[in-house]
């Protein structure tokens, strides 16, 4: 059996290397590229605003490196830093953050709505929250705070965009059962345009099996699956770890 780590790169390492130590085989095949976006003047005033702010929702590891090395840039110390309440999206990304010198909370479920269910976030009306964030990443969490009267202020630090996969060199066997691993709304978007786009994934789409972070994701996987007519096993993971992906497979219908 096969499992495509759609991942990013930077993030996909530790999790390929626990599933190939559980016997499966793993090919990484990253939907998303993460790349900095520079600290231009625009951002430099927003650090400026962001002293201010009482608490910092950090939506990934390299949000994490990123914001603290242009907080640095900034001129924003250390001891400043502290006095913020810390929100991790999960364990990897609150790690990042203590190593970094920061203590941060992070959900049980490591997606936008484990995130909303924090009483850190909880009757937060008034609360000055921060961002920090890719293009296109955790805008229903933002949402939902603004909603509920926060000021939230929006710090984009990288692009999340779809890197070229070349699927000749990808799949140089034929394998009759493939896991695709799914982590966000915007990765299985882009798993959708390389079908649109791939002859290849065209011929063999039905061969695919997915496991999805979180029940939101999970339910719009199977709405498109079902609208494609397509009719395969979608199971939802709380969290991208390799003994529950695992244990994930062995109650799914291949």
């Given at each position: 059996m096969l499992i495509l780590n759609t991942r990013p790169i930077e993030r996909a390492q530790a999790l390929s290397q626990d599933l190939k130590n559980l016997g499966y085989q793993v090919i990484s095949c990253p939907l998303l590229e993460l790349k900095p976006l520079p600290l231009d003047e625009s951002?430099?005033?927003?650090?400026?605003q962001f002293i201010s702010f009482?608490?910092?929702?950090?939506v990934s590891s390299i949000a994490a490196e990123i914001g603290m090395q242009y907080a640095r840039q900034c001129h924003i110390s250390i001891e400043e830093l502290k006095q913020k309440q810390w929100i991790a999206v999960g364990t990897t990304t609150q790690s990042t953050l203590q190593?970094?010198?920061l203590e941060s909370v992070c959900p049980e479920i490591e997606n936008s709505e484990g995130m909303l269910q924090l009483k850190l976030l909880q009757d937060c009306q008034q609360h000055r929250i921060a961002f920090w964030r890719g293009i296109g990443g955790r805008t229903l969490m933002m949402t939902q705070l603004q909603q509920q009267g926060c000021q939230v202020l929006n710090m984009l630090l990288y692009t999340r965009n779809m890197p070229d996969i070349q699927w000749q060199n990808l799949l140089q066997q034929a394998f009759s059962r493939i896991i695709v691993l799914i982590s966000s709304e915007a990765s299985w978007k882009n798993w959708l345009k390389l079908r649109q786009n791939t002859l290849f994934?065209?011929?063999?789409f039905n061969n695919y099996h997915y496991v999805v972070l979180g029940q939101r994701v999970g339910q719009q996987v199977s709405q498109d699956l079902q609208q494609l007519a397509i009719n395969t096993s979608v199971a939802i993971v709380e969290h991208l770890v390799a003994q529950e992906i695992h244990q994930k497979i062995q109650q799914m219908s291949l």
């Open positions: 951002l430099v005033q927003q650090y400026q009482e608490k910092v929702v950090v190593k970094l010198g994934l065209q011929q063999n």
